[in-house]
């Protein structure tokens, strides 16, 4: 095949994967046409025009079109939705890795006696896992809930551990620190993809 015959196909699955973009992907493709290769753009000009999203390219030297610079923010949403579900896919795995850690910790107390502790840690290990997985699944923001509960009574439970300890170094209350931090910011940054997934 030549490459001009490969270039036609690839342009031509853009044009018809475009069909299927919303109308806020295609307004948001010509508001940063610059960063995209020039047949995009046009492609992406076509089916805005299609949709009588503008009326034709002049259109693009509005304000609504113009290049705006993108703003800072803690949680950065892709615009594509494709990548959206990937990020939101790995980051599920990642969750239901480290919901295994309490069920894990549980059976542990379970084994040492301590039957209601450990059927408590276990059983919220078990929830958050569940719910991890349900978003992984289904995209469906309801699960998220279910694993901030459990995340912050988590950081309860280690904090009053902590506090019965004696003898800590800054260090021992540092790393744990950092760990729930970590954790908590790929919640939050979960729960700001699932809601921009469901726009």
Request: some cysteine.
């Amino acid at each position: 095949m030549k490459e001009s015959d490969s270039d036609m196909e690839f342009w031509n699955g853009l044009r018809e994967k475009m069909t299927h973009y919303t109308d806020h992907e295609i307004t948001d493709i010509l508001r940063k046409r610059k960063s995209y290769e020039p047949e995009a753009v046009r492609i992406a000009t076509d089916e805005a025009i299609r949709r009588n999203l503008i009326h034709s390219e002049q259109d693009l030297f509005s304000d609504k079109y113009s290049d705006q610079p993108t703003s800072w923010t803690l949680f950065p949403c892709p615009e594509n939705k494709e990548t959206r579900d990937k990020i939101i896919r790995s980051m599920s795995r990642v969750l239901m890795l480290v919901g295994v850690i309490p069920a894990i910790y549980g059976v542990l107390k379970l084994q040492t006696g301590k039957y209601p502790e450990g059927v408590a840690i276990f059983v919220a290990g078990l929830l958050w896992v569940f719910a991890a997985f349900m978003i992984f699944s289904r995209k469906d923001r309801r699960f998220w809930a279910p694993i901030l509960v459990v995340g912050l009574l988590a950081s309860a439970y280690v904090s009053r551990m902590f506090l019965l300890v004696k003898g800590l170094k800054v260090m021992d209350y540092v790393v744990p620190g950092i760990l729930f931090l970590v954790v908590f910011y790929v919640l939050f940054f979960l729960r700001a993809l699932l809601k921009r997934q469901s726009e």
